[in-house]
């Protein structure tokens, strides 16, 4: 078995995986959401601090696996420095323990690999990552090794700016869930911009439409829940937009999309709808599996396990951001 531990941002949570049938034995996430919500957003010191408590507890939780454990897995990469070292140090001190090797985890691929949690990998998918910190569209042919970016942001993220939204509307964090709430109870009166619409290009952004939305706010003639339906419109159609653009192109057979922000209902069925017309299977992880978890590091672990990919005591470091190998469209 493998045990794996995520802290990368906002949530504590540990799991344990088994090597052989890819199974998942065990997994319990904390989330700081409530905590940060009064801030309008995570606060890097605060959550660090949260983890040293959470962290523990979970693991003792996990004992009765100890001596079956071949591996300890942990997100070393992107996300907050002062929140990853608090999973990395765990993972050291469990290496050293229990005698058994370091495997160190980019999360976004993580999240690429929490569509396979219980399950054998597809070797040919394109995949559309939205989440607080990143959007991106990234393509993998025969699993992690081979994972090249497609297409990302420019400013804002697809969830960073719902989470923005949000705030200028004086609700709560994470923004995702409330918007969308928001959003179902509103109409789509607003004729907001969407964001490189005359580009030929295929990237993202999303300051300009969060600009729009603050103007609209301002002019204070707008419900809350039609600005939320509106906003909501047209940061899901600047996404399916770019992705009608690369598909002209480049169609994939399999299609997921992944991340926080892959919770997000109305951008699934839009992404269903594209499956449809352009003949390509859709796939997307359960909900609770959208945001981090340690689960999708727990599966991923498990190829990284098999190809013998660990990394030297000292030389796991936390990489607060990383880079995947692009390729000119």
């Known amino acids: 078995m493998i045990l794996s531990i995520e802290s990368s941002c906002d949530d504590s949570s540990i799991a344990i995986t088994d090597i052989k049938s890819k199974k ?30 959470a962290l523990p507890k979970i693991l003792e939780e996990t004992k009765e696996f100890f001596p079956k454990l071949k591996a300890v897995a942990v997100t070393s990469s992107p996300g907050l420095s002062v929140t990853l070292n608090e999973g990395v140090m765990m993972a050291k001190a469990l290496s050293i323990s229990l005698n058994i090797p370091l495997i ?15 399950k054998e990998i597809s070797n040919d998918i394109m995949i559309l990552l939205v989440s607080g910190g990143h ?20 400013d804002d993220s697809f969830g960073e700016s719902f989470d923005k ?12 869930p409330i918007i969308e709430e928001l959003a179902k109870n509103g109409e789509a009166i607003i004729d907001f911009p969407i964001p490189l619409r005359q580009s030929p290009e295929i990237k993202f952004s999303y300051s300009g439409l969060k ?6 706010i301002l002019e204070n003639k707008y419900s809350k829940e039609d600005i939320a339906a509106s906003f909501q419109k047209a940061a899901i159609e600047h996404l399916t937009m770019k992705l009608k653009k690369l598909f002209k192109t480049k169609t994939p057979n399999n299609f997921a999309i992944v ?11 839009e992404i269903e709808n594209m499956g449809k017309k352009y003949r390509f299977n859709v796939i997307y992880p359960e909900l609770k599996y959208c945001s981090d978890n340690a689960a999708m590091i727990g599966r991923i672990a498990v190829d990284m396990y098999e190809n013998q990919d660990f990394v030297n005591y000292n030389e796991l470091k936390v990489q607060p951001r990383v880079e995947f190998k692009k390729e000119n469209l």
């Open 211 to 216: 600009n729009a939305v603050r103007l609209a």
């Open 24 to 53: 998942l034995l065990f997994h319990k996430k904390i989330s700081q959401e409530l905590i940060h919500s009064e801030y309008g957003g995570v606060v890097p010191e605060l959550a660090s601090r949260l983890h040293l408590e």
């Open 165 to 176: 939204v949000s705030k200028m509307l004086g609700l709560g964090y994470p923004g995702g």
């Open 259 to 269: 991340g926080g922000a892959s919770a997000n209902l109305k951008l699934r069925e």
């Open 104 to 118: 160190g985890v980019n999360h976004l691929i993580g999240h690429i690999y929490s569509v396979f949690i219980d």
């Open 135 to 154: 959007t991106k569209i990234l393509d993998m042919q025969n699993g992690y090794q081979n994972i090249t970016e497609l297409a990302t942001t420019i």
